[in-house]
Nanobody, 116 residues
């Protein structure tokens, strides 16, 4: 079993910054992709960014150039630096660790609220 613990969410004004952290623990094996997803009220969960063990990254077009994802493989941690935040970034942000379809883990979520 794998546990993911997120931290760093909160309330920020438009244009501000936040840094989310995700710490993974437990039976982590093999190569894994870590990522951040978000879900706004009434909306489906969507990919924000993900990062492979090699460091290759994928970003949603809506956050490209504003958000940056990174990871520390030795510490099993993942970070999301969010700059130039907009009200439409308001959502619950979830950390994800994907090994295989059977081993796909989620954190409990952290609220990010951007005020206008």
């Amino acid at each position: 079993q794998v546990q993911l613990v997120e931290s760093g969410g909160g309330l920020v004004q438009t244009g501000g910054s936040l840094r989310l952290s995700c710490a993974a623990s437990g039976s982590i094996f093999g190569l894994n992709i870590m990522g951040w997803y978000r879900q706004a009220p009434g909306e489906q969960r969507e990919l924000v960014a993900r990062i492979a063990p090699t460091g290759n990254t994928v970003y949603a077009s809506s956050v490209q150039g504003r958000f940056s994802i990174s990871r520390n493989n030795a510490k099993n941690t993942c970070y999301l630096q969010m700059n130039s935040l907009k009200p439409e970034d308001t959502a619950v942000y979830y950390c994800n660790l994907y090994i295989t379809r059977e081993y796909d883990y989620w954190g409990q979520g952290t609220q990010v609220t951007v005020s206008s």
